[in-house]
């Protein structure tokens, strides 16, 4: 809840005396709220139970909906006495026995509305409320008890939504006088549709008004159970520990013996490691992806005798496969379903300008095995042709910037004075910071610099006298069980060798040492390959080659011609190689019109291109 008050000045004491007191009643207050705001559910806020008053009749509220009809006293049919205990036995059956309440306003006694307000005015909310319920509301501030809730933040705008509620403020202090006649502890003022709170919610009640939520008696066995647990702590880091000086003492030979076994088998580990990296990194390569005959195989298979392809074309694309295809069918439809049935592509679709009998494909292929087909086209998207047009309503909206950008100005410029029934965040929070967010910071940071000199006074000296033995004997401990589950494991790891050194991991790498060397061998096996396969091996060019860490990459661009039986055999026999061979940027392209008939037993030749990657070991 918003209200404004008037500060007295102090009295005249000395200056550093008066600055002093002034920090601490700034910093008290500013804690004092935020642990009221930030604890409030823990405290039992949200479970007060919410009393209405209209005319002589006080009504419950439940908190939670649908939990029966609401229950009344009559108080015009009760004395004082009578009237004092029908609400304590009223407040005991729902729980409460304290005597806290919320007093609840009907929607007619308050007006709860939404406003805008410049984002800027954001820190300085509650004085510009305060300076602008004039114009708000039909009321002034002095005349009323106010709070307000962010509902959004409009940062394209510049604009703050807020809910506003404004109550009366005779009619408030009435209601809330007669409820503490009755003796009831009043904790705040709400509005009645507003019972079920939100993350904020509103309280018409100023907050130096509101009634003490716990007795004296719990507030001492709070500071009591906090004073136990701080000596209880305090005893914890104080402990002596100069037993653990004879247990470091005694393991110490023993993590040195540890020590050296540990190394020994930590040797033939990274062997171990290395040897079966070498064997992984090819052996997951293969398995990561389909081969490229897959797909020429699964495009062979799924096109009708109605299409006919002029090229095709699969290459990598990322994690994916892209396969683009280019030449003419019947019914692009159909032939997009035909390739949906697919396992092996996904998703395709054409691209690009389609003609009669002409259309392009697309298919993409990821590393599970699955691929995403889509079109491909022959030229990039058209623009669009119309430029963005400025907007008719452009002068009325510079207007209205002009009008807020105005307003902020006034806000930052002219900070409005504290009136009486502002709000106490109006109030400048200390003399030397006026952003009320900024001062509570401060606050809070100020509140955890003490806590923490005072935790470390404390903690310091016990952690002196102790970290030698805790932090030995932690190391040390640590140190030999690691050792030994290291040791543990050699024998285990030497077999682990043995085996791995049986499967020869090296044998599907291309020869180490110079990137000639394996260029020369990798180009080697392709042409035997390729001429072995029935192809014509047109140009091999020269390897080129790439480090990668432990591991170098060689890559041959090949052209050759071949009918489509020959280049099976080669595409199989290139990706079953050993050493690994790796096929990619396949190009296929037919070198025959589309009406072309072969005689029968003849395959057409085709022009085909493609870059062949091997891998060896960098440093052998």
């Known amino acids: 809840m918003a209200t404004t008050d008037f500060q007295t000045p102090p009295r005249p004491t000395p200056a550093w005396l008066a600055r002093l007191g002034a920090y601490w009643r700034w910093w008290t207050g500013e804690l004092g709220k935020l642990a009221y705001e930030r604890f409030a559910a823990l405290r039992g806020a949200t479970d007060v139970p919410n009393l209405s008053i209209e005319g002589n009749e006080l009504i419950l509220v439940e908190p939670r909906a649908a939990v029966g009809p609401d229950t009344r006293i009559d108080l015009a049919a009760l004395d004082p006495v009578r009237a004092r205990a029908a609400l304590q036995a009223l407040l005991r059956r729902v729980g409460e026995m304290q005597s806290r309440v919320r007093l609840c306003l009907r929607p007619g006694e308050a007006l709860v509305r939404r406003v805008n307000m410049p984002i800027a005015t954001e820190e300085n909310l509650e004085q510009v409320l305060a300076f602008e319920m004039d114009r708000l509301t039909p009321f002034r501030?002095?005349?009323?008890?106010?709070?307000?809730?962010v509902v959004s933040r409009d940062g394209a705008t510049g604009q703050l939504a807020l809910q506003l509620a404004v109550a009366r403020r005779e009619l408030v202090d009435a209601r809330v006088e007669r409820l503490r006649a009755l003796g009831a502890n009043v904790q705040g003022v709400a509005v009645r549709d507003g019972?079920?709170?939100?993350?904020?919610?509103?309280?018409?009640?100023?907050?130096?008004?509101?009634?003490?939520?716990?007795?004296?008696?719990?507030?001492?066995?709070?500071?009591?159970?906090?004073?136990?647990?701080?000596?209880?702590?305090?005893?914890?880091?104080?402990?002596?520990?100069?037993?653990?000086?004879?247990?470091?003492?005694?393991?110490?030979?023993?993590?040195?013996?540890?020590?050296q076994e540990a190394q020994a088998t930590d040797r033939v580990a990274r062997q171990l490691e290395r040897e079966a990296d070498d064997y992984n990194f090819?052996?997951?390569?293969?398995?990561?992806?389909?081969?490229?005959?897959?797909?020429?195989?699964?495009?062979?298979?799924?096109?009708?005798?109605?299409?006919?392809?002029?090229?095709?074309?699969?290459?990598?694309?990322?994690?994916?496969?892209?396969?683009?295809?280019?030449?003419?069918?019947?019914?692009?439809?159909?032939?997009?379903?035909?390739?949906?049935?697919?396992?092996?592509?996904?998703?395709?679709?054409?691209?690009?300008?389609?003609?009669?009998?002409?259309?392009?494909?697309?298919?993409?292929?990821?590393r599970g095995g699955s691929a995403a087909a889509a079109a491909s086209g022959g030229g990039a998207g058209a623009r669009p042709a119309a430029a963005r047009q400025p907007s008719p309503g452009r002068p009325a909206e510079s207007a209205r910037r002009r009008r807020t950008r105005a307003r902020e100005a006034h806000a930052r410029a002219h900070d409005p004075p504290a009136r009486e029934g502002r709000g106490t965040g109006a109030q400048m929070s200390t003399p030397f910071i006026a952003d009320p967010r900024r001062s509570r910071s401060l606050a809070l940071g100020i509140l955890v610099a003490v806590v923490v000199a005072i935790a470390l006074a404390i903690a310091i000296p016990v952690w002196m006298l102790n970290r030698?033995?805790?932090?030995?004997?932690?190391?040390?401990?640590?140190?030999?069980?690691?050792?030994?589950?290291?040791?543990?494991?050699?024998?285990?790891?030497?077999?682990?060798?043995?085996?791995?050194?049986?499967?020869?991991?090296?044998?599907?790498?291309?020869r180490g040492g110079a990137p000639a060397l394996a260029g020369a061998e990798a180009q080697e096996a392709i042409r035997s390959l390729v001429e072995s396969g029935g192809g014509r091996l047109i140009t091999m060019g020269a390897p080129a080659s790439k480090d990668d860490g432990h591991y170098r990459q060689v890559s041959v661009n090949v052209q050759l011609t071949a009918n489509i039986f020959a280049l099976r055999k080669i595409l199989g026999a290139i990706e079953s190689n050993t050493p690994y061979l790796f096929v990619d940027n396949l190009s296929i392209r037919t070198q025959v019109a589309a009406n072309f008939k072969p005689p029968p037993g003849a395959e057409p030749e085709m022009f085909v291109q493609f870059d062949v990657l091997g891998y060896a070991l960098t440093g052998t």
């Open 141 to 149: 501030a002095e005349d009323v008890y106010f709070d307000f809730r």
């Open 195 to 259: 019972i079920v709170p939100p993350a904020q919610p509103l309280d018409l009640l100023p907050s130096e008004q509101r009634g003490e939520r716990e007795s004296a008696r719990q507030r001492v066995v709070q500071r009591s159970l906090a004073g136990a647990v701080l000596i209880l702590f305090a005893l914890a880091l104080a402990i002596p520990l100069w037993q653990k000086r004879a247990t470091v003492i005694a393991v110490m030979p023993l993590v040195d013996r540890a020590q």
């Open 282 to 366: 090819l052996l997951g390569k293969k398995q990561s992806t389909y081969p490229v005959l897959a797909y020429v195989e699964e495009i062979s298979r799924l096109l009708p005798d109605s299409t006919w392809l002029q090229q095709l074309v699969v290459k990598s694309n990322g994690k994916t496969r892209e396969v683009q295809m280019t030449g003419e069918t019947t019914s692009s439809s159909k032939l997009i379903e035909i390739l949906a049935q697919s396992k092996l592509l996904r998703n395709p679709a054409p691209r690009g300008t389609m003609t009669r009998l002409h259309a392009q494909f697309r298919a993409l292929h990821d």
């Open 468 to 510: 030698h033995y805790d932090v030995a004997l932690a190391e040390n401990l640590d140190k030999l069980d690691r050792y030994r589950r290291i040791a543990g494991t050699r024998a285990q790891v030497a077999r682990q060798l043995e085996a791995m050194a049986a499967r020869n991991p090296r044998q599907y790498f291309l």
